[in-house]
């Protein structure tokens, strides 16, 4: 096996790595969100996630030099997005149905693969568009999405594709130049910043009216932890910094059309998560689109490995 295509598949396991993570991240946000509001999960969640940055990963990929980048404005650019792209799909998910928003905000890989041939430059061929394609088409079948998801709150959870699709493909024109430790710092810092910031300004729940689910969420009074969730937290901060670095490592070492399928395995594992922990038995739409999405990221795999071509990395020029 040749240098290239061991790199490139580190990349698919890193891409299969995180969207496991989100998964599970997915599971435990759903346990705390009836009790907490959004940026209380996001700041909790970062005040465990980032010591785990800093004290393990960032020594490990060779010490804190490696999160000095030339490129301040791309790192911003980025950090907005995230943030943009948390806010909008989380109230999406606030005022419409799960399955509705979640098939919506599944449009990422497709918008992905799509800049990444205008900003990125790259040329994705008739199989990674096939296989972004089927995966999607197993998403549809297992979310089947209703006549609810044509409204104006849709649009919610689509921005928030948009602000992902976003974050993915700066990740891989910043991964020229910046490691991929530094490539998860920035945006974990700017949810550590942002929701401190929430807290302090309305944490006490002043500016909830309670007549608007979607603002309530935002904006609802913040609460002590219950003893019984702190292990959530725990295990929510430990799951993001794992994700996060693996999706950031993912998209610098491959390119953002071959990586963007990886990020269906989300759904088949929402079909185990639901098994274990919710006793729901999918039927057989749910197995079907589970197959296609699967076997999509599978052609992927088989296609790098028979191409076996150089990584075709960017190099941003400084914008520091």
């Not at 292990?231 to 901060?237: H, M, S, T």
């Not at 922990?277 to 749910?286: G, Y």
């Amino acid at each position: 096996m040749s240098d290239t295509m061991k790199v490139s598949l580190l990349g698919l396991f890193a891409a299969a790595g995180s969207a496991i993570c989100f998964s599970i991240i997915d599971v435990i946000v759903k346990f705390l969100s009836g009790d907490y509001p959004l940026y209380q999960v996001v700041l909790l969640r970062s005040l465990v996630a980032m010591p785990i940055l800093l004290l393990i990963i960032v020594p490990l990929e060779g010490g804190y030099h490696v999160l000095r980048t030339r490129q301040p404005k791309l790192h911003l650019i980025r950090c907005c997005a995230v943030l943009f792209a948390n806010i909008c799909f989380y109230t999406g998910l606030a005022v419409m149905p799960i399955a509705d928003a979640v098939a919506i905000a599944f449009a990422t890989p497709l918008i992905v693969t799509t800049l990444s041939v205008f900003l990125l430059g790259e040329r994705p061929g008739p199989w990674r568009w096939s296989a972004v394609a089927v995966g999607f088409l197993g998403v549809l079948i297992i979310m089947r999405p209703g006549p609810g998801s044509f409204q104006a709150a849709a649009l919610l959870p689509f921005f928030g594709a948009c602000g992902y699709a976003t974050l993915h493909v700066l990740t891989r024109r910043a991964g020229g130049a910046d490691s991929a430790a530094a490539l998860s710092f920035y945006p974990s810092m700017a949810f550590l910043i942002v929701s401190a910031l929430v807290g302090i300004t309305t944490g006490d729940g002043r500016f909830a009216a309670g007549d608007n689910a979607a603002v309530d969420f935002i904006l609802r009074a913040w609460v002590w932890p219950a003893p019984g969730d702190w292990w959530l937290f725990v295990a929510l901060g430990l799951t993001a910094s794992i994700g996060g670095y693996m999706v950031s490592l993912a998209y610098r070492l491959c390119e953002a059309g071959l990586v963007a399928p990886f990020e269906y395995i989300a759904m088949p594992m929402a079909v185990l998560w639901g098994i274990l922990v919710f006793q729901e038995w999918p039927d057989l739409q749910v197995w079907l689109g589970s197959a296609l999405i699967i076997g999509a990221g599978l052609v992927s795999v088989w296609r790098e490995t028979r191409n076996n071509r150089p990584v075709n990395r960017p190099r941003p020029r400084s914008t520091g």
